[in-house]
């Protein structure tokens, strides 16, 4: 049954993970659905759609140089709202589809709710119970759930969550993760294997690799804590190579820069890494050292541990499988398990998915339900 998708788009990583999605449709000929980019993360998107050969087919500009989390929602949601006027005539969705945690997931499912458009949120159910952590993505998801018909939860865990909500039962579907579908995609076509890095700084990188990453709003005031462990760190094992691909927010960039870490002769600082760039360094790692939900997905594929920059995690799979552990930003912590933490990889099989995600969303969402 052909139905209208509307796909909306905000962020780097919604795209990442959006991507396997589109890619199906492609493959089964189904040209039904329309893209929207809200420009939530603009400057690091733009690579990605050339990366994914992907385009949007509408392009909103909901950032503004200084604008609040207040403004940067009411401008979400007038935005996908007035999209859907104009385009009322020639593309009226459906189904509205939006992927993860961010303020442009929580826009549209708002959006759909007030127009009477059915939600589908990838990615659902994930939960830290902390509202201040991570912050507002806790609060973002757990409004799109209360308006969402097709909960797409990754994990056995995140279906219980929603269960504990008093979600319906009937419209929670166990899917796993697209970022599994996606890494997949890249695996077994060859392109990672022969990609040759596109950042000049990382040509001479072979392994050994300690990845660095810290965007989150609530790490910013404790910065200098990683800062001062990554340093002595890297002081510390001289034969690895230390890699910080640094956040383009002022906050975390600024800092990272003045502090000359970049200085030393096994440490790299350069830009948010293009995808093929970053899953190759995750694939040479040694550790990871980050608070990014993503890598937190990807690395078990490659057998590599993280150290999560956080307090708590929606994502505990890997760390009930001693795959990952909980740091904080508290500098001693971080050393000690960086020195300390053995992970307990038996296998390389991933707890967030199988590659067989995407399938399994249409297949969904073009039954009748």
């Known amino acids: ?121 990838i990615e659902a159910g994930l939960r830290s119970f902390d509202l201040q952590h991570p912050f507002p993505e806790e609060f973002n998801r757990k409004i799109a759930s209360i308006v969402t018909k097709y909960h797409f939860a990754p994990t056995s865990t995140s279906k219980k969550n929603l269960l504990n909500e008093n979600i319906d039962d009937k419209k929670i579907f166990v899917v796993g993760n697209t970022i599994i579908d996606t890494l997949n995609y890249f695996i077994n076509s060859s392109l990672l294997k022969k990609h ?40 510390s094992y001289p034969n690895h190579t230390f890699i910080w691909a640094v956040h383009p927010n002022p906050n975390v960039k600024n800092k990272v820069l003045n502090s000359k870490l970049d200085s030393k002769k096994n440490f790299i600082i350069t830009d948010p890494l293009e995808y093929l760039d970053l899953i190759k360094v995750i694939s040479l790692s040694y550790k990871i050292i980050s608070d990014s939900g993503g890598i937190q997905e990807e690395a078990p594929s490659f057998g590599v541990p993280v150290l999560i920059l956080r307090e708590t995690t929606e994502r505990p799979e890997a760390i009930q499988l001693g795959l990952s552990k909980l740091v904080g930003m508290n500098q001693t912590k971080i050393i000690e398990a960086f020195n300390n933490f053995i992970p307990k990889f038996d296998s390389l099989q991933n707890p967030y998915g199988d590659g067989l995600t995407s399938k399994r969303i249409i297949d969904i969402l073009l039954t009748n339900h």
């Open 1 to 121: 049954m052909s139905k209208k998708l509307l796909f909306i788009i905000g962020t780097r990583p919604e795209l990442i993970k959006i991507f396997p999605i589109i890619d199906y449709l492609k493959s089964i000929n189904y040209t039904n659905y329309k893209i929207v980019s809200t420009g939530q993360h603009k400057d690091l998107l733009n690579t990605y759609w050339r990366v994914f050969n992907i385009q949007p087919d509408y392009q909103l500009d909901i950032i503004k140089e200084g604008q609040n989390l207040t403004q940067l929602t009411s401008k979400a949601i007038l935005g996908i709202d007035n999209l859907l006027k104009e385009i009322n005539k020639e593309f009226f969705p459906e189904i509205i589809l939006a992927q993860g945690d961010t303020t442009t997931v929580m826009a549209a499912a708002m959006v759909a709710f007030y127009n009477n458009i059915e939600f589908a949120h």
């Open 196 to 235: 040759q890095f596109s950042e000049p700084k990382l040509k001479n990188v072979t392994s050994n690799c300690v990845l660095i990453t810290c965007h989150r709003r609530e790490n910013h005031l404790h910065l200098q804590n990683l800062i001062e462990a990554v340093d002595k760190l890297s002081s």
